[in-house]
């Protein structure tokens, strides 16, 4: 599903799929993105060869380098 207003996503050939994971409201977003990669990588195991899981965003990279630069400034 496309959201409304944004630009046809293209990510790469052949066609794949894309999926959105989004977290309630009051959880920890660095532990939602851990606990997603990991079932993602538990999940890729059992995928033929060619297929794979790809990351194309991840919010939880933003609070990881922003608590990273704040604690370089302290």
Same mark, same amino acid.
């Given at each position: 599903?496309?959201? +409304? #207003?944004?630009? +046809?996503?293209? /990510?790469?050939? +052949?066609? #794949?799929? &894309? $999926? /959105? !994971?989004?977290? @309630?409201? #009051?959880?920890?977003?660095? %532990?939602? !993105?851990? @606990?997603? @990669? =990991?079932? *993602?990588? %538990?999940?890729?195991? =059992?995928?033929? @060869?060619?297929?794979? /899981?790809? %990351?194309?965003?991840?919010? #939880?990279? $933003? &609070?990881?380098?922003?608590?990273?630069? *704040?604690?370089?400034?302290?």
């Amino acid at each position: 599903v496309q959201m +409304p #207003g944004a630009p +046809p996503l293209e /990510i790469s050939k +052949p066609p #794949g799929v &894309i $999926f /959105i !994971v989004q977290k @309630r409201s #009051g959880t920890n977003t660095v %532990e939602v !993105v851990r @606990r997603v @990669r =990991s079932k *993602l990588e %538990e999940i890729e195991r =059992s995928l033929p @060869r060619d297929v794979h /899981i790809n %990351e194309v965003f991840n919010s #939880g990279k $933003f &609070i990881e380098q922003s608590l990273s630069d *704040l604690s370089k400034s302290t």
